[in-house]
């Protein structure tokens, strides 16, 4: 049986506005230098015809490749990263925690002893100058690592001081920095040996002073916890999980802290990779990623991590500096039609719970990227969020109508600042039908998988959006409706009105 539900279009009740800069994105520092990142998925993975090897974490070669570092020049990747509009651009993870900033070439390009990478300055100058090209603000985390100190010993500042000062004198401050990545995953984070919760408290408080004392136009972001939610909750009352859950706690990055942060953060995933179902993690099927408990993973993860933001950083925003649906990398239908339901879902989820920003992971690299890795090919979830982009407004409204299979409905202001609002509906059934009255004539963008949802290319509105000639981005129109309409299983529609 169809679902049936009704919109309105006056008398909505606004829960807030939120940031202009909801929807950011990570580009991570081993693309800057040059590193291991995750390794592509072969073509029988990615069509689900082939398995994944028995391997466990701390054997990254068989999970990891190397890359060259990424052509932030590429006039496709600005032209497509700046259709996205002014975003927060983080620059961070577990590589940044070892990385060596080297602006006048001392060392030729050889780490010193404690560290795995180094920063040149060409490297550097080339992604100030993207984040410029695209209006973008900076954000990253900084080196906490052997290099630096050793792990019973206070951190060390001149190393950040040389990045911040470098990025000041070009034109492009940092305006806003988190200390280190998932600092509750010390025994990967790359922290210094021996390295414990007391040791980053202290120095977390060292980071935040010196930044407040010294940059205090940059907001210091925190604590930058990644687990939690839905993937600690799964068996996490018995044996490894309950001992692993207790061990990541992210209470332990904040109890006893004396300095106070701007901005809460943490990092979201749904759950980890086929790379790397060896984790104690849920690892989820595609036939499960339209469900329910899928789809609620993100917003569970949001309002659990509310209190600690109202505890430990009261007034602030709270961030989601790395989202994604797995760590790893990205499941195999990442790249797929499939994803656009999770990635549209949060967003549309998390501004009723509260103001922030959400850095998607990544821009361009593996295959959660919006872009694919060194072509810049823009994948399903790129166009949807470009539309996201275009047309939701930053005053979100109360739908008034329960999240629920065929149904999960979001209201915003209109991002043309004309009287009215845009809904946007998700029909996450793949077998039923949802009638929609509307109050008024509306302009509809449809988006689906043409009848495959692991398509890699997006549809709107039946027609396929692939870029034209000389990169030239497909048209997105929409189309005048009016009454009552139908939204075909497993679509994601917005409506102007």
Not at 137 to 163: R, T
Not at 231 to 237: A, F
Not at 401 to 410: L, R, S, T
């Amino acid at each position: 049986m169809a679902k049936n539900i009704s919109l309105k279009v006056k008398n909505l009740n606004a829960l807030r506005t939120i940031n202009p800069r909801l929807l950011s994105y990570n580009v991570e520092m081993t693309e800057v230098t040059g590193g291991t990142f995750w390794k592509a998925y072969t073509k029988g993975q990615l069509e689900g015809t082939e398995g994944f090897p028995l391997i466990g974490i701390s054997k990254k070669g068989d999970m990891h490749q190397w890359y060259d570092p990424i052509d932030s020049t590429n006039p496709r990747l600005i032209k497509l990263a700046k259709e996205l509009g002014s975003c927060w651009i983080r620059v961070s993870g577990t590589w940044s925690t070892k990385t060596y900033y080297d602006f006048d070439g001392h060392t030729n390009g050889v780490a010193p002893e404690g560290f795995d990478s180094v920063l040149t300055k060409n490297q550097w100058t080339n992604l100030l100058d993207f984040v410029k090209a695209v209006d973008g603000k900076l954000l990253i985390s900084v080196a906490n690592c052997e290099g630096i100190h050793s792990a019973h010993e206070p951190w060390q500042p001149e190393q950040a001081k040389l990045i911040f000062d470098f990025s000041k004198e070009y034109g492009v401050p940092i305006e806003a920095v988190e200390f280190m990545n998932e600092p509750n995953l010390l025994a990967y984070s790359g922290a210094p040996n021996g390295y414990n919760f007391d040791d980053f408290i202290r120095d977390q408080d060292i980071f935040t002073k010196w930044v407040h004392e010294n940059y205090p136009e940059c907001l210091v972001v925190g604590p930058c916890s990644v687990g939690g939610g839905k993937m600690g909750k799964m068996n996490s009352e018995k044996g490894l999980m309950k001992k692993l859950s207790s061990s990541m706690a992210t209470i332990n990055l904040l109890k006893g802290s004396k300095e106070k942060m701007d901005v809460y953060s943490y990092h979201y995933y749904n759950g980890v990779s086929g790379r790397i179902t060896t984790l104690p993690f849920v690892h989820w099927k595609p036939s499960k990623a339209h469900s329910e408990e899928y789809l609620d993973a993100a917003p569970y993860c949001a309002k659990a991590n509310l209190r600690f933001r109202d505890e430990y950083v009261p007034g602030g925003e709270m961030w989601v500096t790395e989202s994604g649906d797995a760590g790893g990398g990205g499941t195999e239908w990442a790249s797929t039609y499939l994803d656009v339901l999770r990635t549209l879902n949060e967003l549309g989820t998390f501004p009723t719970i509260t103001d922030g920003v959400i850095f998607h992971n990544t821009l361009a690299s593996s295959d959660y990227g919006w872009l694919k890795h060194s072509t810049f090919e823009p994948r399903p979830n790129y166009f949807a969020v470009l539309l996201w982009s275009k047309l939701m407004g930053t005053t979100v409204y109360d739908s008034e109508i329960a999240i629920q299979e065929g149904a999960h409905v979001f209201c915003h202001s209109r991002k043309d600042g004309k009287d009215g609002c845009v809904y946007l509906i998700i029909n996450n059934s793949l077998t039923k039908t949802t009638n929609v009255e509307l109050p008024k004539e509306a302009i509809r963008y449809t988006l689906c998988g043409n009848g495959n949802m692991r398509n890699t290319t997006l549809y709107l509105n039946g027609k396929a959006l692939t870029l034209g000639e000389n990169d030239t981005l497909p048209e997105m129109e929409g189309v005048e409706v009016s009454g009552t309409i139908e939204l075909a299983p497993g679509t994601c529609t917005f409506l102007v009105m």
